[in-house]
């Protein structure tokens, strides 16, 4: 609707109702407004059709009687007829014309010698004649030029009104629209405000509920919670449980500050290494831990997780100076996981894992890890695990029969097809409770001579106490189960099928050179299967340094790189490290973030080197310049970088990996040096790693 304002500059518009003449009129009248002759103008106009017949009437009285060749004054009537036709119209110009003529006509036929000058009668009749047409003719054509022209002038008028009348109402809309437009300006400006403070609100609400959270429960479970990701599944897991040898009476003889004291600082440790491994607390039973590791985020490699923490949390144990002692328990399988309670809700597994777990480190060494069959499975081409007896462990005839043992087997060194050898190493091993490992030199001995008494009565008697000597009773379990316990990692250098002897003699102390913890990277390697990678990497890396006559500096720079150029997995989503699917572009893209990270991880460690930080930045470019971040190309890359290049893809082509074959080391390096050739890596270091491993 438009307001008051609006309609009464509407109302003020010029009067369009004009007579044929007005328009002109107006025109000339507006145009002489302030001129001296305006009034007589006015004057001339508003009387032009009088003064127009007056004019004619003296002009033929004129002619007629004082003009001596009146024929050739004839003419003189066009003027007043087509001034007519303009301003009067067609209708009054025609008229004007045909009475001119028939005055014409009547002083002719009275005063006929007059006219008759040079011309015969017939001649003048016909000149009258042709004359008056013409005269009426111009009459009608200049007053039909005329009304069309002031038709159009009048339409013209008219649209010009119109354009009038919309420009003020497009005025007056805009002015109504500023103004809307300023209200709404300051609405949104207000209304943003109160958004802004409703959001912050929000936020500080969101903290305080993460806070206290995070405060008792996993981050991640809360984070999870929060987004609504958090299910109830079945899923394959590792639970861990720990426990302190007499916690109880210790706490029974000491004040209770100083026990709750030391036991914090004790739960701070083990916590640290829990979550170093990326492990879920599921509580705290005093002294006692329960764990799960692969829930709530599903990590493939869940059970080397949680050896790895359980060796750390022993570690870490012994750093802490005190006279406790530990056990732990671990065990693998399906449990049903979940939020449990009703009010009070906490994140926790259900099942026969978890109970095995608790049985396990009821019966575990102190200072041991102990952990199940199918945890063992998982983790045998990482650690090293010895099979536990179903007897004490304890017995003082043991002793004796490990040296045996020990003995028998530096002879068979020598002679590994002495029988009489063994079969005596297989009743020791027989005497001592392993029967899986009289059951093995019984079965040399019968591939060697299938009639050996000896050997096919001890194989016998060794398979059927196999289950009661090596499989241990569990409450709660109905059959027997194998229990191993943990002692250490594998150390790849061993590995002849990945590393020659002549490698390992020469090179094995280098990565000693590092003053920098296993535990920094074995977390990250943890995640994909790839543990001791970097330090194996780190091995080659400077041993291809050393073989190519570099610096002392340039080697200890590839290899501090080299041990830590993959810390920046930490960025990359678990999902991306641990399959084997094509990456999508996006997925890609995360990815090739991580030697970025990896430096800046670095520089937090304090080392601020850009030589070493160059080398890890570029150890994925490539020769050719297919590499990446940068796409650098040939001697653009540093050659720390392109040593690591080599040193990483041999590593990975000759490790157990996740979804991917173990190599043999001289197939390895036969495929690196394919790659070589389609411009993958610089040839320097590819003849460098084939003269370390003789190839």
Not at 546 to 558: A, G, H, P, Q
């Amino acid at each position: 609707m438009m307001s008051q304002d609006s309609q009464a500059q509407l109302e003020v518009q010029p009067n369009n109702k004009h007579s044929e003449t007005e328009p002109e009129i107006e025109i000339i009248r507006k145009s002489d407004a302030f001129s001296s002759m305006g009034v007589f103008r006015d004057y001339i106009f508003k009387n032009f059709e009088g003064i127009f017949i007056l004019l004619i009437l003296v002009s033929v009285s004129l002619i007629n009687y004082l003009i001596y060749s009146k024929i050739a004054f004839l003419n003189f009537y066009f003027l007043p007829i087509m001034t007519a036709g303009y301003f009067l119209g067609k209708k009054t110009a025609v008229l004007g014309a045909f009475f001119a003529t028939l005055m014409i006509w009547v002083f002719v036929l009275a005063d006929k010698e007059n006219y008759l000058v040079q011309t015969g009668e017939f001649d003048l009749y016909f000149n009258l004649i042709v004359w008056g047409g013409f005269l009426i003719l111009s009459g009608w054509g200049v007053g039909s030029l005329s009304e069309r022209f002031r038709l159009e002038l009048k339409s013209n008028k008219k649209l010009q009104s119109d354009l009038s009348r919309e420009k003020i109402l497009l005025k007056i809309s805009n002015e109504e629209l500023n103004k809307h437009t300023d209200n709404l300006a300051l609405q949104v400006a207000e209304r943003t405000q109160e958004l802004e403070r409703s959001h912050r609100t929000i936020e500080a609400l969101k903290t305080k509920v993460e806070d206290t959270l995070f405060s008792v429960m996993d981050g991640n479970v809360a984070r999870m919670m929060i987004e609504g990701k958090l299910r109830t599944e079945k899923r394959r897991i590792s639970v861990l449980f720990s426990d302190l040898k007499d916690f109880t009476s210790y706490s029974d003889t000491h004040p209770p500050e100083q026990v709750v004291d030391e036991l914090n600082i004790y739960l701070n440790k083990m916590e640290k290494s829990i979550m170093k491994y990326f492990g879920h607390i599921d509580k705290y039973m005093g002294d006692g831990i329960m764990v799960e590791f692969g829930a709530p985020i599903n990590y493939q490699m869940h059970s080397l997780m949680a050896v790895l923490a359980a060796l750390n949390m022993q570690s870490c144990l012994k750093e802490l100076n005190t006279n406790w002692e530990m056990r732990i328990g671990i065990a693998t399988g399906p449990s049903v996981i979940g939020l449990f309670g009703s009010k009070r809700k906490s994140y926790s597994c259900i099942g026969d894992t978890a109970n095995l777990a608790s049985r396990l480190e009821n019966i575990c060494d102190l200072g041991g890890v102990f952990i199940d069959e199918e945890t063992y499975s998982d983790v045998k081409p990482y650690v090293i695990a010895a099979q536990v007896s179903n007897f004490s462990r304890q017995r003082s005839s043991d002793e004796a029969l490990e040296k045996k043992i020990k003995k028998l087997e530096a002879d068979l060194e020598k002679t590994p097809d002495d029988l009489d050898k063994l079969n005596s190493l297989g009743k020791t091993f027989f005497e001592m409770k392993a029967a899986s490992a009289a059951i093995e030199c019984y079965q040399k001995v019968l591939k060697l001579d299938p009639d050996n008494t000896t050997a096919r009565l001890g194989f016998v008697d060794a398979n059927l106490k196999k289950e009661e000597f090596e499989k241990i009773a569990i409450k709660g379990k109905k059959d027997r189960i194998s229990v191993y316990r943990v002692i250490g990692l594998v150390d790849n250098m061993l590995n002849r099928s990945k590393i020659p002897e002549a490698f390992y003699d020469k090179y094995n102390e280098a990565a000693s050179k590092l003053n920098i913890p296993d535990e920094v990277i074995l977390p990250i390697e943890s995640i994909d299967g790839r543990v001791g990678h970097g330090k194996m990497v780190a091995n080659i890396a400077y041993a291809m340094a050393d073989v190519m006559d570099l610096s002392l500096k340039e080697k200890e720079n590839i290899l501090i790189a080299a041990f830590l150029h993959d810390i920046g997995n930490a960025v990359i989503p678990s999902e991306l490290l641990d399959n084997n699917r094509k990456l999508t572009p996006s997925e890609y893209e995360i990815f090739k973030k991580h030697p970025a990270e990896s430096c800046r991880l670095i520089k937090q460690m304090g080392y601020q080197s850009e030589v070493l930080l160059e080398i890890v930045a570029t150890h994925h470019e490539r020769w050719n310049g297919s590499g990446y971040p940068k796409g650098l190309k040939g001697e653009e890359i540093p050659m720390g970088g392109r040593i690591l290049a080599v040193a990483d893809t041999f590593d990975a082509m000759t490790s157990k990996r996740l979804y991917a074959e173990t190599w043999e080391y001289k197939s390895a390096i036969r495929e690196i040096e394919k790659e070589t050739q389609i411009g993958l890596y610089d040839p320097r270091c590819l003849e460098a790693l084939k003269e370390l491993f003789e190839v």
